[in-house]
């Protein structure tokens, strides 16, 4: 089963925890709700949810609740902005979701793709690493994003999560998002590091989508438990969001709408260019 065509499904991915993966998803949402668009959000971290936490909102039901054959993805969706940015939390600590076996898989999915189309984006904040999960929606989604930091750890773990979807999941596609960068040299270098590695030992190009620059401001939103995008929307962050929005705005509906994989050199020019 895929996940709704009609919709741009974003994974937002990491290959470790710590590295801002899920501020990204959220604010990265918001960003794309602030160019016109309609967006929902949903916590895939299935075993420790915490996108709740960062919006500072309590779900009455989440996820879990969608089990039940009475319930419908409207009965559990928390509306963030008027009807155009919804959110779908998930549960904690809930072992039958955390696995995602097939018969979870089959009535989750079969109850949310009648939902998502009422949405322009749909962004996938998957839990790092490895898991179950990761691989299973990050294949199903149309953009791969991978989010990293210059940290050593970082680009190993990226690089195994990478090389992990490519050969179990034939996906050749990923778009990179570093984070936590002092300067933007910084996150080139780390980006090229990686284009490296996957170019030469896997043999896949991959595409930098963006750059965010370290920003006090993220902490604050963090302990605030309030959106950066709404704590300081002009902070350096949050305005490196707006780009990488921006650029997913622009990218040409034609290309995403088919099944094929993303031209990544075509898509590397692109992203450079601004266009």
Request: net charge negative; with cysteine.
């Amino acid at each position: 089963m895929s996940i709704d065509k009609k919709t741009l499904s974003i994974a937002i991915m990491s290959g470790k925890g710590g590295v801002g993966k899920t501020n990204i998803a959220l604010n990265l949402a918001y960003a794309l709700y602030d160019l016109k668009n309609s967006a929902i959000l949903m916590d895939c971290d299935l075993g420790l949810a915490n996108l709740d936490v960062l919006l500072g909102v309590t779900p009455e039901k989440n996820l879990q609740d969608l089990l039940d054959p009475d319930l419908q993805a409207r009965d559990i969706v928390i509306s963030l902005e008027d009807s155009r940015l919804d959110f779908l939390p998930a549960a904690t600590g809930v072992p039958e979701l955390a696995n995602w076996d097939s018969d979870i898989q089959s009535i989750l999915l079969e109850k949310l793709n009648d939902f998502f189309h009422n949405y322009d984006y749909l962004l996938l904040d998957l839990e790092a690493g490895i898991g179950n999960t990761v691989t299973i929606l990050g294949a199903m989604a149309r953009l791969k994003c991978v989010v990293i930091t210059p940290e050593p750890t970082s680009l190993t773990d990226s690089y195994a999560l990478i090389k992990i979807l490519s050969s179990q999941r034939g996906i050749r596609d990923f778009l990179i998002i570093v984070n936590m960068v002092k300067t933007r040299r910084e996150g080139e270098l780390a980006f090229e590091r990686l284009q490296r590695a996957c170019r030469h030992f896997l043999g896949i190009e991959i595409a930098l989508l963006g750059i965010i620059l370290r920003d006090s401001a993220v902490s604050k939103a963090v302990l605030s438990q309030t959106p950066l995008c709404k704590l300081e929307p002009e902070s350096m962050a949050y305005r490196n969001i707006k780009e990488i929005a921006l650029k997913i705005n622009k990218l040409d509906t034609d290309v995403l709408s088919t099944d094929s994989a993303l031209d990544m050199d075509m898509l590397n020019l692109d992203i450079h260019l601004g266009h």
